[in-house]
């Protein structure tokens, strides 16, 4: 597969597993990688029925139909990969998780307040109707709300 020159004329009527495999190098890492064209989004794209993204194709190809509620997750974080030794199918949160680049993930991570206070169960309160990673700080709320009376008393004279 790797340096082979392809007749792309010859690949109208081809079967979608010809065509996407006359578009993938084999990488020395193990990667499968696809030289078509990129989505905006980095992934291979094939028309088989209906555009595919090709890691979703192999997947199935290679290992049958991707499981209900599950995406494909790219082991070895490139995303032009489709060697199904490199795709696993797992949940939203799981995918996120890996990449580590969600703001949900990042923020879950951390164990202080952007003014360090350590996020504790005593010190967290978690507003009803968000997500569970939504957390707000109980000390600064606590400061925010005692600065916001000081200062209405002030706008109306009360003594502080």
């Known amino acids: 597969m790797g340096g082979m020159k392809f007749d792309w004329k010859n690949l109208r009527g081809a079967s979608p597993e010809r065509r996407l495999f006359s578009r993938v190098r084999i990488e020395p890492n193990g990667c499968w990688e ?3 064209v990129p989505t905006c989004n980095g992934y291979g794209r094939i028309k088989v029925e209906k555009p595919v993204l090709v890691h979703r194709f ?8 991707i499981p209900e509620g599950l995406q494909i997750d790219h082991l070895c974080g490139n995303k032009i990969c489709v060697n199904p030794a490199h795709l696993e199918a797992v949940t939203q949160w799981e995918n996120m998780t890996r990449a580590g680049t969600q703001v949900s993930v990042v923020n879950g991570g951390k164990t202080h307040c952007k003014r360090g206070h ?3 169960p005593e010190n967290i309160y978690r507003q009803p109707g968000k997500p569970a990673h939504w ?3 109980r000390t600064c709320e606590r400061e925010r709300t005692q600065r916001r009376r000081k200062s209405v008393g002030e706008e109306l004279g009360w003594a502080a």
């Open 58 to 65: 192999s997947y199935e190809f290679f290992k049958g139909p």
């Open 135 to 137: 957390r707000i700080c």
């Open 118 to 120: 350590e996020f504790t």
């Open 34 to 36: 696809w030289k078509g």
